[in-house]
């Protein structure tokens, strides 16, 4: 349908009137694509032939595959009617003047073709013949492809009609590229007329969408639809026709979905347009598509780019915005990136690479941000220039600053290529690919570190270099591990008095690499001793370097817990929580001052440089945060986020981040034991690790110990707790508190009825708890000594556990000895045992679970703690339903019958459930459900549904 188009049939109609009483003219209507103008065209031509007063209608429609085809759109002109006519007709119409053009329109063998001179005259000579036995109308589709002749030819009719009754209709669309743009020119100033076709309104639209859709169209639907056509007809016919198409109604909800769709719909449209378009259109195009969408691309900056003159890229502009290519003009944005794809897509290699470095230029001259030229500078495979590579370093050292690792390692990456072959500048450039690496892909980092230290001049370059890695992974590269072991054993001395903090962190990481040897250990506990009471806090290498000390002091219970606790807290206070301290020996400090039972203290800081590295994009340094986090919630009363945590570590990227991996397991190791969790025992083990990390070998001994002794067999299990033992010590590990072996171990021994060794290892643990002095671990050592004793003393030593535990440690340590004291005060019918057991389960259920029933017999090393499932806070209120009255004995028909539902739907709530809670089965849950889901509704554990109340 035509909508909003009167006024030009209206114009039609009064030009051809006038021509009828002997006032010809031309009649031009113009619009950009897609406006109308070829079915205002055809409305015209049927208005005429279905007039009152017959009348000849001549129709031609241009094209750009014809353009080439001399007087191709005269002949479409008039062949047709010459062609339905007889010979009589011909000879009338082909006399005089005419005669000379009865070639080029009837193949006539006994006529040659007329000369070029004569054909003007004798193409109007034949139109005035026509016109005199009707009034003659010539339309001309899309004159600005009109074949040159022709042009020619209409241009000399224009001027030439004098008082014929001819009406000569064009159209023409605004902004297409003209190859003879002077004749189409020259016949538009020959119009007595000219309708410009203007976009439909917002009612016109929805007009032409209930024509298309056949029904009522919602307003909200239609304003969506003029929104993304800007009222073009041939663009909101393709948008009607594709939703359509996809069976989408005109409603109010479907308003949304409009702007998504319409891109897709309209591209290819949009594309062919913009070909058609003239060079300066295209230009501008391609330099807003090269520019992107990032920053401040404005049109004075497309015009140096498309090297167009300010007013040229101004129209341009405009142009592409008629075309609905751009989402606003100022500054220039395009609707449809996929649209920009495209485009680039279509120039060749080199002209897109020329561009690229052309407008990297223009945006370095104006002055713009380093890492919006690097940008342009990516995009080039060849041909590199030298100041490239210094624009990039910078942009990279900009995106490092703000976060933005892996942005910065492209940059880097991409300036090797521009920069020199070799020497002192490559090696720089790799130093600084390293430290961007070092967030994102930590083992190329430490291996360009060890390609750069050839080539570093002096020693200040290469100790530098080495700090910029992961201190975790150094040992991996024998030329990095041996820069920092050599300033380890012997500092150098001008590095030390040019640069002290350079050399301090040093010695940190040197002696940090041997923290797994006894003499490492015990040349680090001799130089913290070294220091006395003027120990270097106040700068960031003295801070590293005391917490590798602390470590090796913790490792060794060389300090009692309170020192290392103090010294651990006395630098963090000092350090900014910068989450590129997962780079450094920094950590050990936080598994110093967990271990001394003051992991508390660390949990603020930590928090602090969590929230900075939510900013950034390196996802192994959350990974690190992350495991460190975990430890501490392990060891300060939450196992349950502390699992969380860890195991979200796990499933990421390990291999390439040991340290976090490492971290992550020595917080997962205890809580597997606490709660004889077989299966998150076995998930540890098979996570990817470093099979030469010792603590990782102990980790490994005591869980597959803990799967032994789950199985049953007891003696397996205790070999391989003493194993851990035994190679601990030969580490140099005195004080392992985050694996407790003497504790399982005496536990075993007692399982076996071997209780003289069970008491000489507790003895041998409450000894080594009360030199380090940290309340955790002398509660867990009285614990022990509590459980393998019975009657009233087993209930005073437990007793003494709680009130240690009270002091200060890990709640869930205290709750593990109430719920001891609380059985067994209630195996003598003692109704203290009451209150006892409440604080014990609301310690664990603060712990994120419960403790399971059982007995001292039963059970490997006391209560067992059994976490609530992470999902079960997920459970909809149908799921909990289900779940509660299966752990209750009911058969899936028995539940659908209660809730009044079908079986199906029970068995998909109950599919859901166990998705969610992490269990294999029915039986599973059963078994575990109050672990599992104990905040499930009461109504419905006691079994009272909805209905029943």
């Given at each position: 349908?035509?909508?909003e188009?009167?006024?030009a049939l209206?114009?039609?109609?009064?030009?051809?009137?006038?021509?009828?009483?002997?006032?010809?003219g031309?009649?031009?209507?113009?619009?950009?694509?897609?406006a109308?103008?070829s079915?205002?065209?055809?409305?015209?031509?049927n208005?005429?032939?279905d007039?009152?007063r017959?009348?000849?209608?001549?129709?031609?429609?241009?094209?750009?595959?014809?353009?080439?085809?001399p007087?191709?759109?005269?002949?479409q002109?008039?062949?047709?009617?010459?062609?339905?006519a007889?010979?009589a007709?011909?000879?009338?119409?082909?006399?005089?003047?005419?005669?000379?053009?009865?070639?080029?329109?009837?193949?006539?063998?006994?006529?040659?073709?007329?000369?070029a001179?004569?054909?003007?005259?004798?193409?109007?000579a034949?139109?005035?013949r026509?016109a005199?036995?009707?009034?003659?109308?010539?339309?001309?589709d899309?004159?600005?492809?009109?074949?040159?002749s022709?042009l020619?030819?209409?241009a000399?009719?224009?001027r030439?009609?004098?008082?014929?009754?001819v009406?000569?209709?064009?159209?023409?669309?605004?902004?297409?590229?003209?190859?003879?743009?002077?004749?189409?020119?020259?016949i538009?100033t020959s119009?007595?007329?000219?309708?410009?076709?203007?976009?439909?309104?917002?009612?016109?639209?929805?007009?032409?969408?209930a024509?298309?859709?056949?029904e009522?169209?919602?307003?909200?639907?239609?304003?969506?639809c003029?929104?993304?056509?800007?009222g073009?007809p041939?663009?909101?016919?393709?948008v009607?026709?594709?939703?359509?198409?996809?069976?989408?109604?005109?409603?109010?909800?479907a308003?949304?979905?409009?702007?998504?769709?319409?891109?897709?719909?309209l591209?290819?449209?949009?594309?062919?347009?913009?070909?058609?378009q003239?060079?300066?259109?295209?230009?501008?195009?391609?330099?807003?598509?090269?520019?992107?969408?990032?920053?401040?691309?404005?049109?004075?900056?497309?015009?140096?780019?498309?090297?167009?003159?300010?007013?040229?890229?101004?129209?341009?502009?405009?142009?592409?915005d008629?075309?609905?290519?751009l989402?606003?003009?100022?500054?220039?944005?395009?609707a449809?990136?996929?649209?920009?794809?495209?485009?680039?897509?279509?120039?060749?290699l080199?002209?897109?690479?020329e561009?690229?470095?052309?407008a990297?230029?223009?945006?370095?001259?104006?002055?713009?941000?380093?890492?919006r030229?690097?940008?342009q500078?990516l995009?080039?495979?060849?041909?590199?220039?030298?100041?490239?590579?210094?624009l990039l370093?910078?942009?990279?050292?900009?995106?490092?600053?703000?976060?933005?690792?892996?942005?910065?390692?492209?940059?880097?990456?991409?300036?090797?290529?521009?920069?020199?072959?070799?020497?002192?500048?490559?090696?720089?450039?790799?130093?600084?690919?390293?430290?961007?690496?070092?967030?994102?892909?930590p083992?190329?980092?430490?291996?360009?570190?060890?390609q750069?230290l050839?080539?570093?001049?002096?020693v200040?370059?290469?100790?530098?270099a080495v700090?910029?890695?992961?201190?975790a992974?150094?040992?991996?590269?024998?030329?990095?591990?041996?820069?920092?072991?050599?300033?380890a054993?012997?500092?150098?001395?001008?590095?030390?008095?040019?640069?002290?903090d350079?050399a301090?962190?040093?010695?940190?990481?040197?002696?940090?690499l041997?923290?797994?040897?006894?003499q490492?250990?015990?040349?680090?506990v001799?130089?913290?001793?070294?220091f006395?009471?003027a120990?270097?806090?106040d700068?960031?290498?003295?801070?590293?370097?005391?917490?590798?000390?602390?470590?090796?002091?913790?490792?060794?219970?060389?300090?009692p817990?309170?020192?290392?606790?103090?010294?651990g807290?006395?630098l963090?206070?000092?350090?900014?929580?910068?989450?590129a301290?997962v780079?450094?020996a920094?950590?050990l400090?936080?598994?110093?001052?967990?271990a001394?039972?003051?992991?508390?203290?660390?949990a603020?800081?930590?928090e602090?440089a969590w929230?900075?590295?939510?900013?950034?994009?390196?996802?192994?340094?959350?990974?690190?945060?992350?495991?460190?986090?975990?430890?501490v919630?392990?060891?300060t009363?939450?196992?349950?986020?502390?699992?969380a945590?860890?195991?979200?570590?796990?499933d990421?990227?390990?291999?390439?981040?040991?340290?976090?991996?490492?971290?992550?397991?020595?917080?997962?190791?205890?809580?597997?034991?606490?709660?004889?969790?077989g299966?998150?025992?076995?998930?540890?083990?098979?996570?990817?690790?470093?099979?030469s990390?010792?603590?990782?070998?102990?980790?490994?001994?005591?869980l597959?110990?803990?799967?032994?002794?789950?199985?049953g067999?007891?003696v397996?299990?205790?070999?391989?707790?003493l194993?851990?033992?035994?190679?601990?010590a030969?580490f140099?590990?005195?004080?392992?508190?985050?694996?407790?072996?003497?504790?399982w171990?005496?536990g075993?021994?007692?399982?076996l009825g071997?209780?003289?060794?069970?008491?000489?290892?507790?003895?041998?643990?409450?000894a080594?708890?009360?030199?380090w002095?940290a309340?955790?671990?002398?509660?867990?050592?009285?614990?022990l000594?509590?459980?393998?004793?019975?009657?009233?003393?087993?209930?005073?030593?437990?007793?003494?556990?709680?009130?240690?535990?009270?002091?200060?440690?890990?709640?869930?340590?205290?709750g593990?000895?109430?719920?001891m004291?609380?059985?067994?005060?209630?195996?003598?019918?003692?109704?203290?045992?009451?209150p006892?057991?409440?604080?014990?389960d609301?310690?664990?259920?603060?712990a994120?679970?419960?403790?399971?029933?059982?007995?001292?017999?039963?059970?490997?090393?006391?209560?067992?703690?059994?976490?609530?499932?992470?999902?079960a806070?997920e459970?909809t209120?149908?799921?909990?339903?289900?779940v509660?009255?299966?752990?209750?004995?009911?058969?899936n028909?028995?539940?659908?019958?209660?809730?009044?539902?079908?079986?199906?739907?029970?068995?998909?709530?109950?599919?859901?459930?166990?998705?969610?809670?992490?269990?294999?089965?029915?039986?599973?849950?059963?078994?575990?459900?109050?672990?599992?889901?104990?905040?499930?509704?009461?109504?419905?554990?006691?079994?009272?549904?909805?209905?029943?109340?």
């Amino acid at each position: 349908m035509l909508a909003e188009r009167e006024e030009a049939l209206d114009a039609v109609r009064r030009g051809f009137a006038a021509a009828v009483t002997g006032e010809p003219g031309l009649l031009l209507v113009t619009g950009v694509p897609g406006a109308g103008r070829s079915a205002v065209l055809a409305a015209a031509a049927n208005l005429v032939e279905d007039g009152a007063r017959p009348a000849h209608v001549l129709r031609a429609d241009a094209t750009p595959a014809e353009s080439g085809f001399p007087f191709g759109v005269v002949q479409q002109l008039v062949r047709p009617l010459v062609a339905g006519a007889d010979p009589a007709e011909h000879d009338r119409w082909f006399t005089g003047p005419a005669e000379v053009v009865r070639p080029l329109f009837l193949d006539d063998a006994a006529h040659t073709a007329p000369p070029a001179d004569a054909v003007l005259p004798g193409l109007h000579a034949l139109v005035a013949r026509l016109a005199e036995d009707r009034p003659l109308l010539l339309a001309v589709d899309d004159l600005q492809w009109a074949d040159r002749s022709s042009l020619r030819c209409l241009a000399y009719l224009a001027r030439r009609l004098g008082r014929g009754r001819v009406l000569l209709l064009a159209t023409l669309a605004d902004g297409y590229a003209v190859g003879e743009q002077g004749l189409v020119d020259d016949i538009a100033t020959s119009a007595r007329r000219a309708v410009q076709l203007a976009p439909l309104s917002a009612a016109g639209v929805r007009r032409v969408l209930a024509a298309e859709f056949d029904e009522e169209v919602d307003p909200a639907f239609a304003a969506a639809c003029h929104a993304v056509t800007g009222g073009n007809p041939a663009a909101l016919l393709a948008v009607a026709h594709g939703l359509h198409a996809r069976s989408v109604r005109p409603t109010a909800s479907a308003a949304a979905s409009v702007a998504g769709a319409s891109h897709g719909l309209l591209r290819e449209r949009r594309l062919f347009h913009l070909s058609t378009q003239p060079p300066s259109v295209r230009a501008a195009a391609r330099a807003l598509v090269v520019l992107g969408a990032d920053g401040d691309t404005d049109t004075d900056l497309v015009a140096r780019v498309a090297g167009l003159d300010a007013l040229d890229c101004k129209s341009a502009v405009h142009a592409m915005d008629r075309l609905g290519l751009l989402s606003s003009v100022d500054p220039p944005r395009l609707a449809d990136p996929e649209v920009g794809v495209a485009l680039e897509a279509t120039m060749p290699l080199p002209q897109r690479e020329e561009l690229h470095r052309h407008a990297a230029t223009v945006l370095h001259d104006a002055g713009h941000p380093a890492e919006r030229v690097a940008e342009q500078l990516l995009r080039i495979t060849r041909g590199y220039l030298r100041w490239e590579a210094d624009l990039l370093r910078g942009a990279a050292a900009s995106a490092l600053a703000r976060g933005a690792g892996e942005r910065a390692v492209r940059y880097l990456r991409r300036a090797l290529l521009a920069g020199p072959p070799g020497g002192p500048e490559r090696a720089r450039l790799l130093v600084d690919l390293a430290a961007a690496e070092r967030g994102t892909d930590p083992a190329s980092s430490v291996g360009h570190v060890a390609q750069a230290l050839p080539d570093l001049p002096g020693v200040p370059e290469a100790a530098a270099a080495v700090l910029s890695v992961p201190f975790a992974l150094a040992a991996r590269s024998p030329s990095v591990a041996a820069v920092l072991r050599t300033h380890a054993a012997a500092p150098d001395p001008r590095l030390a008095g040019a640069n002290p903090d350079l050399a301090l962190r040093l010695e940190a990481r040197g002696r940090a690499l041997d923290r797994f040897g006894k003499q490492g250990l015990t040349d680090a506990v001799a130089r913290l001793r070294g220091f006395g009471v003027a120990r270097p806090l106040d700068t960031g290498g003295g801070r590293e370097l005391l917490a590798v000390l602390a470590h090796a002091a913790a490792a060794t219970a060389a300090l009692p817990a309170t020192e290392v606790a103090a010294l651990g807290s006395a630098l963090l206070d000092r350090e900014p929580a910068d989450p590129a301290h997962v780079h450094t020996a920094l950590p050990l400090a936080v598994t110093a001052v967990v271990a001394a039972d003051a992991g508390a203290v660390t949990a603020p800081w930590l928090e602090r440089a969590w929230d900075a590295a939510r900013r950034q994009e390196s996802a192994g340094v959350r990974s690190a945060l992350a495991a460190q986090r975990a430890a501490v919630l392990a060891a300060t009363g939450n196992p349950g986020r502390a699992r969380a945590l860890a195991l979200g570590v796990l499933d990421g990227d390990g291999a390439a981040w040991p340290e976090a991996t490492a971290t992550a397991v020595l917080a997962l190791t205890p809580i597997a034991l606490h709660t004889q969790d077989g299966d998150l025992a076995r998930r540890v083990l098979a996570a990817e690790h470093d099979a030469s990390d010792p603590r990782l070998v102990l980790s490994h001994l005591v869980l597959r110990g803990l799967l032994d002794a789950l199985r049953g067999d007891v003696v397996a299990a205790l070999d391989k707790l003493l194993d851990c033992g035994e190679r601990a010590a030969r580490f140099g590990w005195t004080n392992l508190t985050a694996l407790p072996w003497r504790v399982w171990a005496a536990g075993l021994h007692q399982r076996l009825g071997d209780l003289d060794r069970a008491f000489a290892l507790a003895e041998r643990e409450y000894a080594a708890a009360l030199a380090w002095g940290a309340p955790t671990a002398v509660g867990r050592a009285l614990r022990l000594r509590g459980m393998l004793l019975g009657g009233a003393e087993g209930i005073g030593a437990l007793r003494a556990v709680v009130e240690r535990l009270r002091a200060g440690g890990d709640p869930v340590e205290l709750g593990r000895a109430q719920a001891m004291v609380g059985r067994r005060l209630a195996g003598l019918g003692d109704l203290a045992a009451l209150p006892v057991v409440e604080e014990a389960d609301r310690i664990a259920r603060a712990a994120g679970g419960v403790w399971l029933e059982g007995n001292d017999e039963a059970e490997l090393n006391g209560p067992v703690l059994r976490l609530r499932a992470s999902g079960a806070a997920e459970l909809t209120r149908a799921e909990q339903s289900v779940v509660a009255m299966v752990v209750r004995g009911w058969t899936n028909q028995r539940i659908a019958d209660s809730l009044g539902v079908t079986r199906r739907a029970v068995e998909k709530s109950l599919t859901g459930a166990y998705r969610k809670l992490g269990v294999r089965g029915r039986s599973v849950l059963v078994e575990q459900w109050r672990a599992l889901v104990p905040e499930l509704r009461a109504d419905v554990l006691d079994g009272r549904g909805e209905d029943e109340r």
